[in-house]
C-alpha cells in the first residue's frame, strides 16, 4: 500500500520504517528539517536498537523517502498520524495542538476513500471530534484510531510483531472499510495470528491510557511496598518474587527502584486523570495522583539515600550516576529518574560525573552544569559513592572487585535492586537497595 506517516519523532519514524520493511511505499512527513536531512541519510535521529538496519534497507529498495512538505502525502491511501501529546504547560492535561495541526493539514491533500489513522496517545473523545472535522471536510476520508503499544529498545519488533492490533473506526460501512485497509496495512502480523480488537473511538483510545495507568500502578505498587519495607527491615525483591507466582498478579513490573519516567506514562496518567475530571468522573481515576505521587517520591528517596550514605556531608564531594536515560536500551531522558536524581545531586553541591552508554547528548543539551563521562571507568574513578540508577546490563554486569580499586569509597546506591547484594558485600562494599535491608 501508498502510506504516508504525519510526524517523524520516536512513534513515527519507527512506524514509517517498520511499514517499509513490511513492503508498503511509505512517506514521512515532519516540520523539524533536521530530523528530515538526517532521515533521508538513513540515520536514526534518537537511540533504538534495530532501527539503523530498517531505515538503511528501506531507503535503499526506495520505498521509504522523507519530506517537510504534507504536501507530498497525497496519493498515499492510508495516512498514520504519529505527532506528540505533549502536557500541557502548568497542567496535567495532553495537548492536542499538534494532532490537529497534523489532521487539519491533511485535509487539502485527500482523495475519496482515504483512510487517516491515529496513532498519537490522546484523551478519550479526541478521535470522534476529529472524524467529525474530516466528515465537514466533504474529502469522502474517513478516520481510525489504532494505538501504538511500542516498548522502548524493542520498538521495531513492537511495530513489525505487535502483541495485539486496535482498530477504532465508526459504525457501518465506512467502518468495514476502515478495518479492511487496516487489515491490508498488517497483513503480515495477522498472519501470524496476532489478535485483532475491532471496536469504537472511544474504547481505542481508552485501551492505550488503561494499559499505562495499569502499569504505573503496578510499578507505584510495588514501590510503595518498599516504602514500607524500609522501616519494616524487610526485603521487597524477596517480597516481589512471592507475590509474583500468584497468577493473578504477575512477577513483570514488580521491580522497587527508583520509579519510572520517559515520555508516555507519566504524562499519560496525568493526562488521563486531567480528562477523568472534564468528563465529571475524576474521581474514578483518582488514585493516579497518588500513583504519580509514589512514583516522584522515590526520587527524593534515592536523594536522600545518598545524603545519609556520605554522613550528610555532600558538598564537593565525587558522586557516580550510572545511568541518564530512563530505562536501558535507550537514549530518551524526557521525566527520566535518572537524569532527574542527578541534577537533584548537583544542586545540592556534589560533584556529579554521570556516565550512560547512549544519553550523554541528550543529557548535556538539558542540563549541561553536569559532569560527564562517555566512560565508565572515568566516572567511578576516585568517586565517593556509587549510585546505579539506569539498569544497563553493562552495569548489571560491573565486577565489584575491579570497580573497587577505581573508587575511593566502596559505597553504592543500587536505584533499581539489579545487583547481587551479597556479591558486593562480600567485595568490602557498603551496599544499599531501595526497599532492602
Same mark, same amino acid.
Given at each position: !500500500?501508498?502510506?504516508?506517516?504525519?510526524?517523524?519523532?520516536?512513534?513515527?519514524?519507527?512506524?514509517?520504517?517498520? !511499514?517499509?520493511?513490511?513492503?508498503?511505499?511509505?512517506?514521512?512527513?515532519?516540520?523539524?528539517?533536521?530530523?528530515?536531512?538526517?532521515?533521508?541519510?538513513?540515520?536514526?535521529?534518537?537511540?533504538?536498537?534495530?532501527?539503523?538496519?530498517?531505515?538503511?534497507?528501506?531507503?535503499?529498495?526506495?520505498?521509504?523517502?522523507?519530506?517537510?512538505?504534507?504536501?507530498?502525502?497525497?496519493? +498515499?491511501?492510508?495516512?498514520?498520524?504519529?505527532?506528540?501529546?505533549?502536557?500541557?504547560?502548568?497542567?496535567?492535561?495532553?495537548?492536542?495542538?499538534?494532532?490537529?495541526?497534523?489532521?487539519?493539514?491533511?485535509?487539502?491533500?485527500?482523495?475519496?476513500?482515504?483512510?487517516?489513522?491515529?496513532?498519537?496517545?490522546?484523551? /478519550?473523545?479526541?478521535?470522534?471530534?476529529?472524524?467529525?472535522?474530516?466528515?465537514?471536510?466533504?474529502?469522502?476520508?474517513?478516520?481510525?484510531?489504532?494505538?501504538?503499544?511500542?516498548?522502548?529498545?524493542? +520498538?521495531?519488533?513492537?511495530?513489525?510483531?505487535?502483541?495485539?492490533?486496535?482498530?477504532?473506526?465508526?459504525?457501518?460501512?465506512?467502518?468495514?472499510?476502515?478495518?479492511?485497509?487496516?487489515?491490508?496495512?498488517?497483513?503480515?502480523?495477522?498472519?501470524?495470528?496476532?489478535?485483532?480488537?475491532?471496536?469504537?473511538?472511544?474504547?481505542?483510545?481508552?485501551?492505550?491510557?488503561? *494499559?499505562?495507568?495499569?502499569? +504505573?500502578?503496578? %510499578?507505584?505498587? %510495588?514501590?510503595?511496598?518498599?516504602?514500607?519495607?524500609?522501616?519494616?527491615?524487610?526485603?521487597?525483591?524477596?517480597? *516481589?518474587?512471592?507475590?509474583?507466582?500468584?497468577?493473578?498478579?504477575?512477577?513483570?513490573?514488580?521491580? *522497587?527502584?527508583?520509579?519510572?519516567?520517559?515520555?508516555?506514562?507519566?504524562?499519560?496518567?496525568?493526562?488521563?486523570?486531567?480528562?477523568?475530571?472534564?468528563?465529571?468522573?475524576?474521581?474514578?481515576?483518582?488514585?493516579?495522583?497518588?500513583?504519580?505521587?509514589?512514583? !516522584?517520591?522515590?526520587?527524593?528517596? !534515592?536523594?536522600?539515600?545518598?545524603?545519609?550514605?556520605?554522613?550528610?556531608?555532600?558538598?564537593?564531594?565525587?558522586?557516580?550516576?550510572?545511568?541518564? +536515560?530512563?530505562?536501558?536500551?535507550?537514549?530518551?531522558?524526557?521525566?527520566?529518574?535518572?537524569?532527574?536524581?542527578?541534577?537533584?545531586?548537583?544542586?545540592?553541591?556534589?560533584?556529579?560525573?554521570?556516565?550512560?552508554?547512549?544519553?550523554?547528548?541528550?543529557? %548535556?543539551?538539558?542540563?549541561?552544569?553536569?559532569?560527564?563521562?562517555?566512560?565508565?571507568?572515568?566516572?567511578?574513578?576516585?568517586?565517593?559513592?556509587?549510585?546505579?540508577?539506569?539498569?544497563?546490563?553493562?552495569?548489571?554486569?560491573?565486577?565489584?572487585?575491579?570497580?573497587?580499586?577505581?573508587?575511593?569509597?566502596? /559505597?553504592? %546506591?543500587?536505584?533499581?535492586? /539489579?545487583?547481587?547484594?551479597?556479591?558486593?558485600?562480600?567485595?568490602?562494599?557498603?551496599?544499599?537497595?531501595?526497599?532492602?535491608?
Amino acid at each position: !500500500m501508498r502510506i504516508s506517516v504525519i510526524g517523524c519523532g520516536y512513534l513515527g519514524a519507527v512506524h514509517a520504517a517498520s !511499514m517499509a520493511e513490511l513492503g508498503h511505499e511509505v512517506i514521512g512527513i515532519d516540520v523539524d528539517p533536521g530530523k528530515i536531512e538526517a532521515l533521508s541519510a538513513g540515520k536514526a535521529p534518537f537511540f533504538e536498537p534495530g532501527l539503523g538496519d530498517i531505515l538503511t534497507s528501506s531507503m535503499k529498495s526506495g520505498r521509504l523517502r522523507f519530506s517537510t512538505d504534507i504536501a507530498d502525502a497525497k496519493g +498515499a491511501q492510508v495516512h498514520f498520524v504519529a505527532v506528540g501529546t505533549p502536557q500541557k504547560r502548568g497542567e496535567n492535561a495532553a495537548d492536542l495542538t499538534y494532532v490537529d495541526a497534523a489532521v487539519n493539514g491533511l485535509l487539502p491533500h485527500l482523495n475519496e476513500g482515504d483512510l487517516i489513522v491515529g496513532k498519537s496517545t490522546v484523551p /478519550v473523545g479526541t478521535a470522534a471530534r476529529l472524524a467529525e472535522v474530516v466528515a465537514a471536510s466533504g474529502t469522502g476520508a474517513t478516520l481510525a484510531w489504532n494505538p501504538e503499544f511500542l516498548r522502548e529498545g524493542f +520498538a521495531v519488533k513492537d511495530t513489525i510483531s505487535p502483541d495485539r492490533l486496535v482498530y477504532g473506526v465508526p459504525a457501518g460501512a465506512a467502518g468495514e472499510r476502515a478495518k479492511d485497509q487496516l487489515d491490508e496495512v498488517y497483513a503480515a502480523a495477522i498472519a501470524n495470528e496476532t489478535p485483532v480488537v475491532v471496536t469504537d473511538y472511544a474504547t481505542a483510545e481508552l485501551v492505550k491510557v488503561s *494499559a499505562n495507568a495499569f502499569l +504505573a500502578t503496578k %510499578i507505584s505498587f %510495588i514501590n510503595a511496598m518498599a516504602e514500607i519495607a524500609e522501616v519494616a527491615g524487610a526485603d521487597v525483591t524477596s517480597l *516481589a518474587d512471592a507475590i509474583g507466582y500468584d497468577a493473578r498478579i504477575g512477577r513483570r513490573f514488580l521491580n *522497587a527502584g527508583v520509579g519510572f519516567g520517559g515520555g508516555c506514562l507519566p504524562k499519560d496518567i496525568r493526562a488521563f486523570a486531567a480528562r477523568a475530571e472534564e468528563l465529571g468522573r475524576g474521581e474514578s481515576v483518582r488514585f493516579l495522583l497518588e500513583v504519580d505521587a509514589i512514583n !516522584m517520591r522515590r526520587r527524593d528517596r !534515592m536523594v536522600d539515600m545518598v545524603v545519609e550514605s556520605l554522613g550528610g556531608q555532600v558538598y564537593q564531594k565525587k558522586v557516580a550516576v550510572l545511568g541518564l +536515560a530512563f530505562k536501558p536500551d535507550s537514549d530518551d531522558v524526557r521525566d527520566s529518574p535518572a537524569l532527574d536524581v542527578a541534577v537533584r545531586l548537583n544542586g545540592l553541591g556534589a560533584r556529579v560525573i554521570a556516565t550512560d552508554p547512549e544519553a550523554i547528548p541528550n543529557s %548535556i543539551r538539558l542540563h549541561p552544569q553536569l559532569g560527564f563521562a562517555t566512560d565508565t571507568h572515568d566516572a567511578l574513578h576516585d568517586a565517593d559513592i556509587v549510585v546505579l540508577v539506569t539498569e544497563w546490563k553493562d552495569y548489571r554486569a560491573l565486577d565489584p572487585v575491579e570497580v573497587g580499586e577505581l573508587v575511593r569509597d566502596k /559505597v553504592i %546506591i543500587d536505584g533499581r535492586n /539489579v545487583l547481587d547484594p551479597v556479591a558486593w558485600r562480600a567485595a568490602g562494599w557498603t551496599y544499599r537497595g531501595m526497599g532492602r535491608p
